[in-house]
């Protein structure tokens, strides 16, 4: 069982910046692809950015050019840095950790989520 612990959200007015950060408790951290997910009332998870083992990045189009992940493995952390926040922004963002074994078996984790909410 892995546990994920985020932190760095909150209350931000439009255009500002927050840095979301999730440490993991995995000793095999480097294996997971980690990955920022929200939920914005009434609407479905989606997917926001994700880092695999290795580094490559993949984000939402709504959020490419404005966020960056990235990845500490030595310190077990995945953050996201969101720059230009715009309201549509406002959301609980979660940590998500994945990996698939040599039996093809997927491990997925997520965090208990933070609140971000984009606001004047």
């Known amino acids: 069982q892995v546990q994920l612990v985020e932190s760095g959200g909150g209350l931000v007015q439009p255009g500002g910046s927050l840095r979301l950060s999730c440490a993991a408790s995995?000793?095999?951290?480097?294996?997971?692809?980690m990955g920022w997910f929200r939920q914005a009332p009434g609407k479905q998870r989606e997917l926001v950015a994700s880092?695999?083992?290795?580094?490559?990045?993949n984000y939402e189009a709504s959020v490419k050019g404005r966020f960056t992940i990235s990845r500490d493995n030595a310190k077990k952390t995945v953050y996201l840095q969101m720059n230009s926040l715009k309201p549509e922004d406002t959301a609980v963002y979660y940590c998500?950790?994945?990996?698939?074994?040599?039996?093809?078996?997927?491990?997925?984790?997520w965090g208990q989520g933070t609140q971000v909410t984009v606001s004047s």
């Open positions: 998500n950790a994945h990996r698939t074994d040599l039996m093809n078996f997927d491990y997925d984790y």
């Open positions: 995995t000793n095999i951290f480097s294996l997971y692809t």
């Open positions: 880092i695999r083992s290795g580094g490559p990045t």
